[in-house]
Nanobody, 115 residues
């Protein structure tokens, strides 16, 4: 089994920054995709950003230019640097690992942006 542990959520003002971290442990195949998803009240869970083990990234249009996803393969850790935060970024952010046709999820971390 794989476990994902997230950290870094919190309360920030509009225009502020946060960095989320997610460390994966367990039996992890070296070729995989890690990413961040978010879910706001009354909304469906949506993709924020993903990154392959080869470093290829994809972002939701709503966060392009503001968020940066990165990873450290040696540590099996993925990061999400969030800048210029807006109230509409408020959501629970979930870490995801997709490997060998399986999806694993973190527990979620709350990000709240006040206006």
């Amino acid at each position: 089994q794989v476990q994902l542990v997230e950290s870094g959520g919190g309360l920030v003002q509009t225009g502020g920054s946060l960095r989320l971290s997610c460390a994966a442990s367990g039996s992890i195949f070296s070729i995989n995709v890690m990413g961040w998803y978010r879910q706001a009240p009354g909304r469906q869970r949506e993709l924020v950003a993903i990154i392959t083990s080869g470093g290829i990234t994809n972002y939701a249009d709503s966060v392009k230019g503001r968020f940066t996803i990165s990873r450290d393969n040696a540590k099996n850790t993925v990061y999400l640097q969030m800048s210029s935060l807006k109230p509409e970024d408020t959501a629970v952010y979930y870490c995801n690992l997709a490997v060998r046709s399986r999806n694993y999820w973190g527990q979620g971390t709350q990000v709240t942006v006040s206006s």
